[in-house]
Structures are given as structure tokens and as C-alpha cells.
């Protein structure tokens, strides 16, 4: 039975290009092209080759964007722009923060703090070292909390 179907499948595949004749192209007299599986006697005719593969369809072109999408893109560039802004000046904040309490436990911690002026150094005294201490805790809490 299985040789049978197998048989079977064979002879049904074979026959499929048995079927497929050649087919031939020519032109009359009229200029008219005409397409037959016998060439006409008499006249000039081509083999037209049928096993060839279909064309591949070509690839669908994009669809242009909508207005509203146009939109979105110039909208998220913005957006892209000014969060790249924003953590620049967040950075800048901490940097400046960080100076800053460093600045104040030197202040707070060092009763004796020299600072340099025109190329000279000198010693604050306690009221411009309070004072500091006060401005340096005024920055810090206006600008790193």
C-alpha cells in the first residue's frame, strides 16, 4: 500500500512538468504578439522560458509621518534637550555643594584660617571666619537640601 502512494506521489509530481510544454512568442503580420505551445509554420518564432520564479513584490515605501507625529518627534527632541541641561546643572549643584560643606568644616574646625589676597597670606580673624561660617550655611541651605 505505502509503495502504491509513494508510486502515486511520484507520478503526480513528474506529470506536472510533463504538462508544462514549451510555449513560444511571435509576432504576425499586424505587429500583434501572440503566445501558442506550437510555433507557427513559417514564421520566426521564440521559446519563452515558463520555469522562471515569480518577481519578488518590491518592499511597500513608508508612510510619510503625520502631522501629529512630526509633532512628537520635534516635542521629544525638546524634551531630550532640556533633561541633558537639567543633569548638567544638577552635577554642577553637587560639585558646588560639595565644595561647599568642605569649605565649612574648614571653617568650623580650624580656628586658624589663612586665606591668600593679592599674592599675600593673612589670617581671618573670628568675626570674618563667623561670618564665612554663616554664608557658607546660608548657601547650603538655600542650594543642598
Known sequence: MRRMIFTGSLLLALSASAVAGQVYKWVDAQGITHFGSQPPQGQEATPVNTNSATPKAPAPAPLPKLDSEVEADKQKAIDDKVKQEVAKRE??????CETVRT????LQNNPRVRVEENGDFRR????????????????????CQ
Open 91 to 96: 552635577e554642577e549643584r553637587k560639585k558646588y
Open 124 to 143: 581671618l580673624t573670628e568675626e570674618e571666619r563667623q561670618a564665612r561660617i554663616s554664608e557658607a550655611q546660608k548657601a547650603i541651605e538655600e542650594n
Open 103 to 106: 569649605n565649612l568644616s574648614q
